[in-house]
């Protein structure tokens, strides 16, 4: 049973448009993560957002917690090819160091 | 951020044969390590979280005995990949944490088993 639901699954965009993704889930986290992913490599964390209506901002990426602490989203403004990637929400539950990933949104930026 | 190795960075192997990979943790002491197991455009699934000392500690659905973890030093931790057959192929990824702070990812090793 996956816990926390992305979407969208895949998105394919034109350089300089905007996007979201969203990281949805029926169960309270302690601290949400958002990751990227590149083809045959690691996650690498973008944010940590702990607070519930936290917003941390990361130059062109916005990150959001819901209040209930069981939701957040992605902003990406004026995409660049660069931004291409596999994009992992991942929340912690209590204090178990244990993170549940979400389903992934695969994002690819045209030139 | 701190660094975390693995080794090897991919393995092909016939089937019925044990693979190990290893995981490291390069410039800090890893208390605690995760498994995880990611198949091709999928997210990761954790499979087990081991402390160092300790036995591992098994998700639902991970066959401990196919799966063995041995994490014998702070700094190292061992998945060997029992009697592999073609539906354990995936890409495993470890990653290391000191206490209850953050997760450091290893780049992964591609397993492909014929």
């Known amino acids: 049973t996956q816990l926390l639901e992305q979407s969208p699954q895949f998105l394919s965009i034109q350089e300089g448009e905007n996007l979201t993704v969203y990281c949805n889930s029926s169960s309270v986290f302690s601290s949400l993560q958002w990751y990227r992913q590149e083809p045959g490599e690691g996650p690498v964390l973008l944010v940590t957002?702990?607070?519930?209506?936290e917003v941390k901002k990361l130059k062109r990426l916005t990150f959001q917690f819901g209040d209930a602490r069981k939701d957040s989203s992605l902003h990406i403004t004026a995409a660049q090819p660069g931004d291409t990637g596999l994009y992992l929400c991942?929340?912690?539950?209590?204090?178990?160091?244990?993170?549940?990933f979400g389903t992934g949104t695969l994002l690819a930026v045209q030139p | 951020g701190a660094v975390v190795s693995q080794h090897p960075s991919w393995v092909i192997c016939k089937s019925g044969t044990s693979v190990k990979i290893e995981c490291r943790s390069l410039?800090?002491?890893?208390?605690?390590m995760f498994w995880y197991r990611q198949f091709p455009k999928q997210s990761l699934m954790l499979m087990a979280t081991s402390n160092e000392g300790s036995k591992a500690t098994y998700e639902q659905g991970v066959e401990k005995d196919k799966f063995l973890i041995n994490h014998a030093s702070l700094t190292l931790s061992t998945l060997t990949v029992t009697s592999a057959h073609p539906e354990d192929s995936s890409f495993y990824i470890c990653?290391?944490?000191?206490?209850?702070?953050?997760?450091?990812f290893g780049p992964g090793t591609r397993l492909t088993v014929l």
């Open positions: 410039d800090f002491q890893a208390t605690t």
């Open positions: 990653s290391g944490a000191s206490g209850y702070n953050e997760q450091f």
């Open positions: 991942a929340g912690e539950r209590g204090a178990t160091n244990k993170l549940i």
């Open positions: 957002v702990v607070t519930g209506g």
